[in-house]
């Protein structure tokens, strides 16, 4: 079983839920921006929740199968046609030998997760199929797809049912994205902390897969200081540090980027602090020009926070007899 | 040096051993990860030793982060007391200066840098109170430099180099990051020189290149089959100014993949190194040339 890239939409990827334990070597988490949505997308093909789907972004890709499968589209609202025809997203459906997966164009949301039963089988590396394409490890030769690969299928049993609309998690409008303040938050004035979070921020079209940029708020002020030897002169700057996945960093005190799955692993700007675990499978479904907020949480509510996001794949699970 | 502790949100915490750049700060970071390795806590999924801090990412539905929190405080005393002191390589990395790629690079964004007249080297020399590029160059290369941290993009090294503070060269960013910058640059920022493991964005001052290549996904460079990632933390790196023709010659060998890097074994103690800088350096200078 194979699939034919007829078209590979905007930047189509292999992604799998992520390549842990290299960060101190500069190599990234990588795997899907939403990954609840990957999850949920292999448990409705059959398949195991970490197997490695295709991750398309604002633009779907045109793909062939070469065998009968199973397939499911989740994530954002990017509504998938079969041989031209719409198929419902969060639902898994048939394909034959020579199908053909399009889609309309997007409607809600930023990324898709397409599964097929048996999951991509590209080569394992490090321990995922995850692509990572700035270091051009992992996926499909380390890269986005083109128009003309071709991607091994593995074995699967399939599967059925859809998810209701109740158990999908979307951003809201405007996002509201939790955030536990640390790492150099003491940095800044309390006024500009208070104002970071009153803030109505805007994301960037510099969002991808290493981070999102926020615009449209405050400039942060620093609390002054002799700034210490080797960080460089500009206030928002550290000795180089390593960057946690979800922390804020904000260069020059302007503009927040929250580093995402293929993050640049350390450097040398001040971090506000972390988007929370459960919060940043939100931030992979945001569009440039879509207003988000940030929110303050303490360690407690980030963790209950977490806990309801395990619930909530929890009643995928349960829905899907799984 | 007191430790100072964050929670980077549900999954990391963060420490910072000292706010300035020492090498006894790189070295109480290394101790900690170490021991944090020894210790072999459940849940932590990640030890990422930095410059002068650590970070460690922790699955919280394995261990309470307030319970990590406390063992990591409990392992500080003996960190701090540890030796510094490592087995480690130093390594000898060609580097082609004022070469025609990063030269071209830089041209292209001269509006983002401090000095749009001078070239990054020009600039680096001006604001060190060097004469001119070549007396930088000398000064960026006579003397070893000690990789602190791997990391920002996959097995890149920061470096810092081992003169006293006074004589460290210390060069800003870029005003605005650059969108390119060339495979294998070696750059500069703040008191930290780099090699660009992969083609990308960047901010540091670019002073030239190195055929060698530090980074392999497909894992085919001779030297490189193991481990992806040339570079760990505590690796010593001595620069060659080479010719284009030198270059050149190693660019062919690197195709052949018949390049051989000079690495070899050697033993650094802070102490050692703090009392009689140039005696050690010239130490390590020699175990290069295998004496």
Known sequence: MAINVISPGLSTTVQDLGRPGYYHLGIPLSGGMDRFALRAANMLVGNDEGAAVLEAVFLGPELEFTAPATVAVTGGDLPPKLNGEERAGWEAFPVKAGDRLSFCFLKGGARAYIAVSGGIDVPVKLGSRSTYTLGALGGHEGRALKAGDSLAVGQGAGGKGSVPANLRRMPGNPAELRMLPGLYWHRITETAGKQFFADTWKVAPEADRIGYRFRGGTALNFVAREQPFGAGSNPSNIVDACYPYGSIQVPGGTEPIVLHRDAVSGGGYMMLGCVISADMDLIGQLQPHSPARFVQVSMDQALAARHDRQATLQRVRAHLDR | ?291
């Open chain 2, 1 to 291: 040096m007191s430790i100072r502790f964050s929670f980077g949100g549900d999954e990391h915490i963060f420490a910072e051993v000292s706010e300035e750049m020492s090498l006894e700060a790189f070295f109480t970071s290394l101790s900690m990860t170490n021991a944090v390795k020894a210790a072999g806590i459940k849940g932590v999924t990640e030890i990422c030793p930095a410059n002068a801090s650590f970070q460690i990412k922790f699955d919280p539905d394995a261990i309470k982060p307030g319970d990590l929190l406390k063992e990591l405080q409990s392992m500080e005393g003996a960190a701090s007391k540890s030796d510094a002191s490592l087995k480690t390589r130093i390594m000898e990395i060609p580097v082609l200066y004022q070469d025609p790629w990063t030269h071209e690079t830089l041209m292209r964004f001269r509006e983002r840098h401090q000095n749009p007249k001078a070239t990054d080297l020009e600039y680096a020399a001006e604001v060190n109170n060097l004469g001119s590029a070549d007396d930088f160059i000398q000064a960026h290369s006579s003397q070893p430099w000690f990789v602190s941290m791997v990391g920002f993009v996959a097995g890149l090294p920061f470096l810092y180099q081992m003169v006293e503070r006074k004589r460290q060269l210390q060069v800003p960013k870029y005003l605005r990051p650059r969108t390119d910058t060339p495979k294998l640059t070696i750059g500069h920022g703040g008191c930290f020189s780099c090699i660009y493991s992969v083609r990308g964005a960047g901010g540091y001052q670019m002073f030239g290149v190195t055929p060698m290549p530090i980074y392999d996904p497909a894992q085919k460079v001779s030297y490189l089959q193991d481990e992806m990632c040339l570079f760990r933390p505590g690796d010593i790196v001595k620069w060659k100014p080479v010719t284009r023709d030198e270059y050149d010659a190693a660019i062919e060998a690197v195709d052949a993949n018949r390049y051989e890097p000079v690495i070899r074994p050697a033993t650094f103690s802070l102490t050692e190194f703090n009392k009689d800088m140039a005696g050690t350096n010239a130490k390590l200078m020699e175990a290069i040339h295998g004496h």
